[in-house]
């Protein structure tokens, strides 16, 4: 190795530790158990082709909040290095990436949470706070729709024309500024994370000018969000509570994705019948966003259902109970918000139409509500995260 | 618990499993005895990380071509002759079939990790490691329908001349004669069992660490040494490296290596330098490394660097001491400072100028020292300094059952055992009779697994 390039490692590696050293956190944090077991993994190794984790970590030599941060929010709670680990407890050096990592990201939502009170969301208690919400919502809709036309809620529309109930414009006028004030929150979280990152996670082992290009780090940020290529291990899938491996995860969280991104899609694709060819809703069974909404809602409520089945049978050890209220809150508010979307679509003929239509809108806007401050933000950081991979690690 | 089974496999780890696994196969009912709890389940066999495979071509894993001969020298070279040559080339010639063998028992690989150069030919690497190998034998087990028993320890096999009838085992303090058609001894060394290696080793061995699994307690290798089979090697034989010093004492594994000596000045207790640090690059010499320091007072061992060389070697499970003068650095690792500095200053003073080169043997000696170090002779002078305690790790024990082809122990007399078979660590003394060579010792398990499990289900 050429003596500048030498020099050039031993230097980052310096800076690094006195980072390290003046911003030591107290002992007993979830960053002082990452360090710890960074520390160890380091010497270690063996986990190398499970995931983008580890290969990220030997770049480093000493592990300073930030970059904790970046790989904490790279790993995909996949649980393929704790089943390997021969320093997991009963050892003592009682190694526990998963556990660990899976508490200092949450933590790390909160830190990078905006704006910045908002953090406190993140630790209550998120079926709580779901449901309370949804309710609330609920009820606001139920009233709007009482107080237009009583009767009329109460009735039967033979085309299940809902727009009769609740005008298109004021669900426009109350759900798009909240989701446009979810995306701008959930993107200035994910600046903050970014821009943090950067500053100090220079990996020692990077050359200068060694950084791969933006483009083919992009798509391939992609392609690895796209494919949760990190929940497939070396292709067998991960391990979802044993030591088989198992690819229920990684199809479990496709179908909640897709299944996301298709009611994403039916919606899109339903405002664009509207204002660009006036075609308004309700739409016919075989109409695309009927379709998209459709098979959006069952892939989103066999995902979700799935997941939390799968959560359900965790090992303890692997459990975090401070964070189990926001991770199964998410879970059950996408459930809900689906199934009940479904219903009010099969039911929108009959009487009950009206409630549905306000139980499902009040579901709808709690999860635009919650969205940057719940575990959807997950995709925002991980993300992220992999681009910064893709970025700083050579292939 | 069975009182019966066609074959019984004593011991849990690598070799255990796939002579269990070979055995059901070719029909047997199988009951494995594994002495650790099964969270700790898996010998040593759970701290590796590959297996040495013979190959003629690029394999998923493996790169280029390694022949069996080229394997064979490699072999002599680390036991200086100290192997049974037949034994050691049917290994080699079986390790060109054992991958795919793995794979369809459960076993994934990758390519070979960072900081293993030139492994990539010769070894391929299991997918996070071997404890991940020992689950998916554990799995594949448990669906083919072994028996496996937790927590249950081997004592003894009683024999009807060469015949074993039954194995004495006990668990959760109750003990149980089971009947078997034959059995498979595949319960590794010694170097678990305090008691004899203290009897072996003397005294200095309470200062030793050892690397891997305490349950390796070495029951039946004693107890058929007893019952009159034949042995190889002897009792003071073991593999040592130098490792972190504060390792725990027992399954300290992979993380607790410390690759620092090179760049270093390394003292003894009274802080004099006992050895050349920079004789060649550290894999070659952390085996020296082991015996050295295990013959300094209290087996121990010192070694210095300055800032300069922190980031030249793999990271420590341990940060390192870390002070901004020398004295500071011995007192908190408990060295007189006066003769620390007396030593590192000897040190400075007999380096040379010249070129540094971690990445290759820089021939930057020291002059007038005894002993010289003849390469990355640096001065110790740039703080912060840097500081490891080192301390001999025993990896494994070479004493040995003395085993034929088909894998029968054998008996003085040079005549097979009818129905007891060894597997693994515990006869890899036949092939790897001293020294170490990355990889072997899971290539031996796997190929004798196989055979003790065969030749046992056909033959018991």
Known sequence: MAETTQHMRIQHTLQQVEAENQSAPPAATPQAEAQRIMQICNACRYCEGFCSVFPAMTQYRHFNADTLDYLANLCHNCRGCYYACQYAEPHEFKVNVPQTFNELRAQSWQDYAWPGFMARAFAGNGVLLSLVCALAMAIVFIGSALLNDLPGFFSAYPDGNFHAIIPHGVMVAVAGPVFLFALFAMGMGGWAFWARGAAVSQPATLRPGGKNSGLPALLNALKD??????????????????????????????????????????????????????????????????????????????????????????????????????????????????????????????????????????????????????????????????????????? | MLDAADVVVIGGGNAALCAALTARA???????????????????????????????????????????????????????????????????????????????????????????????????????????????????????????????????????????????????????????????????????????????????????????????????????????????????????????????????????????????????????????????????????????????????????????????????????????????????????????????????????????DPDRLDGRATQGLSPNKTNWARPISEPPFYGYILRPGVTFTYLSLKVNERAQVMWPDDHPSDNIYAAGEIMAGNIMGQGYLAGLGMTIGTVFGRIAGQEAAQHG
């Open chain 1, 225 to 395: 969000t796209l494919t949760l290529k990190n929940l497939s291990g070396a292709g067998h899938g991960c391990n979802d509570h044993s030591e088989r491996f198992s690819m229920q995860r990684r199809y479990l969280h496709h179908a909640t994705f897709y299944g996301f991104m298709l009611c994403f899609a039916a919606t899109s694709t339903g405002t664009l019948y509207h204002y660009a060819f006036g075609w308004e809703a309700p739409h016919a069974y075989l109409s695309l966003p009927v379709i998209f909404g459709t098979v959006g809602g069952v892939l989103l409520c066999i995902g979700t259902a799935g997941l939390y089945r799968l959560k359900l049978k965790t090992e303890t050890s692997l459990r975090s109970p401070a964070l189990w209220g926001m991770e199964t809150g998410f879970i059950a508010l996408l459930f809900l918000t689906s199934l009940t979307g479904l219903l009010l679509l099969f039911l929108r003929e009959s009487a009950a139409m009206g409630t549905l239509l306000a139980v499902h809108l009040g579901f709808v806007l709690t999860l635009f509500l919650v969205l940057p401050y719940s575990k959807m933000v997950h995709g925002v950081y991980r993300f992220l995260a992999l681009l910064r991979f893709h970025r700083n690690t050579p292939r």
């Open chain 2, 26 to 356: 070719a029909g047997a009912s199988v009951l494995l005895l594994e002495h650790a709890p099964r969270n700790v389940r898996g010998g040593n066999s759970r701290h590796t990380r590959n297996l040495r495979l013979a190959h003629d071509a690029p394999t998923s894993v493996l790169t280029d071509s390694y022949s069996v001969d080229e394997y064979y020298d490699d072999l002599l070279k680390v036991t200086a002759g100290h192997t049974c040559p037949a034994l050691a080339r049917q290994v080699l010639a079986a390790s060109r079939t054992l991958q795919p063998w793995m794979e369809a028992h459960g076993v994934r690989f990758q390519p070979s990790l960072s900081g293993t150069l030139n492994l990539e030919r010769t070894n391929a690497f299991f997918l996070g490691g071997g404890k991940a190998l020992i689950n998916a034998y554990y799995a594949t087990a448990e669906d083919r329908g072994v028996h496996i028993e937790y927590e249950c320890e081997a004592l003894t096999l009683k024999l009807d001349g060469r015949h074993c009838t039954q194995v004495t085992v006990r668990q959760h303090e109750q003990t149980f004669d089971i009947a078997c058609r034959a059995v498979v001894a595949a319960s590794g060394g010694f170097q678990g069992n305090a008691t004899w290696m203290r009897e072996a080793w003397g005294e200095r061995v309470d200062n030793f660490l050892i690397r891997g699994t305490p349950f390796n307690k070495g029951r039946i290798l004693r107890d058929l040494r007893t019952q009159g089979c034949a042995m190889l090697g002897d009792d003071t034989q073991g593999h040592m490296v130098a490792i972190d010093g504060r390792a725990p004492k027992y399954d300290g594994g992979i993380a607790t290596r410390l690759d620092c000596v090179p760049f270093s000045v390394v003292l003894n207790q009274q802080g004099q330098r006992f050895y050349d640090e920079g004789e060649d690059f550290w894999p070659k010499r952390y085996a020296i490394w082991g015996r050295l320091v295990a013959q300094q007072p209290q087996q121990v061992g010192y070694a210095i660097i300055d800032a300069r060389s922190l980031a030249l070697f793999m990271p420590s499970v341990f940060p390192p001491y870390k002070a901004d003068t020398l004295a500071d650095l011995a007192q908190q690792m408990g060295l007189d400072p006066i003769a620390m500095q007396h030593s590192i200053r000897s040190f400075n003073a007999a380096c040379q100028p010249g070129a540094f």
